[in-house]
């Protein structure tokens, strides 16, 4: 008799600890990560701290950068917040997994950056032996990713900020007809919040997205009916990342 009880409080404490695993699975990311490791990307590394933390855990990260035309370098940096005078050059040479995917948040290209920006990531991928392939240059100004794209890097389309699917129907429907004249064939990506995921896969069927969540973004109404909609977007081919925000010792900048 004592022995049975013992194999059903054994039973009650083994099937507790895999419902309790199960459950936090599910209003987690957990499951996404395992089921996804290629797809999923860390938003927002800005700091060389926070890039030791994550690099030898996730296939890539994102980054924002704004080039300074004067010293002609990148600052790893997301305005407004102040600059720590943190380079892209020194940035990448602290990376230890050598096949780690960038996606670089370009924050301010524009016509007088272009061509020195694009000499300078050029510079560093000749400097640090790094494919061009392991980079994908994003920005809201496709006229000037096709620089980029021609010289060999993956480059992405920022559709959007704050987002598509807070347009009214007028401004989605002249906003889309804008940004379907801006796509040009050597582009790799659009991007935006996993909150236009329909509305990009409905404009943009055949287009390879990337997507991301910021913290404590949500779409549905429970935890656990959120996590099987963020693999189900993961679970689209055309998804080829999906940036999430994890907690690390190093802040987000």
Not at 71 to 88: E, K, Y
Request: glycine content about 2%; aromatic content about 12%; some cysteine.
């Amino acid at each position: 008799m004592q022995l049975s009880i013992k194999k059903i409080l054994i039973f009650c404490i083994v099937l507790a600890t895999l419902l309790t695993i199960t459950y936090k699975g599910l209003v987690s990311d957990f499951f996404l990560k395992k089921l996804h490791h290629e797809k999923t990307w860390v938003h927002r590394v800005n700091s060389i701290e926070k890039l030791k933390e994550v690099n030898s855990k996730f296939s890539g990260v994102e980054l924002d950068v704004v080039f300074d035309s004067v010293l002609a370098t990148f600052d790893v940096n997301h305005p407004p917040a102040p600059s720590i005078g943190l380079n892209l050059l020194e940035y990448l040479k602290s990376n230890t997994e050598s096949e780690l995917y960038f996606w670089l948040d370009f924050k301010n290209l524009s016509s007088e950056n272009a061509t020195l920006s694009l000499k300078r990531l050029e510079f560093l991928c000749t400097e640090l032996t790094i494919p061009k392939k392991q980079f994908i240059v994003e920005a809201s100004q496709p006229e000037f990713l096709k620089l980029f794209a021609k010289s060999g890097f993956q480059t992405s389309y920022y559709l959007h900020w704050p987002g598509l699917y807070q347009l009214s129907e007028e401004n989605l429907t002249e906003t889309i007809s804008h940004i379907k004249d801006n796509i040009f064939p050597e582009l790799s990506f659009i991007s935006s919040s996993y909150h236009d995921y329909e509305i990009m896969q409905y404009y943009f069927p055949d287009h390879e997205k990337l997507l991301w969540l910021t913290e404590n973004e949500t779409k549905k109404t429970t935890k656990i009916q959120e996590h099987f909609y963020r693999i189900k977007v993961a679970n689209d081919p055309k998804v080829k990342v999906l940036l999430i925000q994890i907690k690390t010792k190093a802040s987000n900048r």
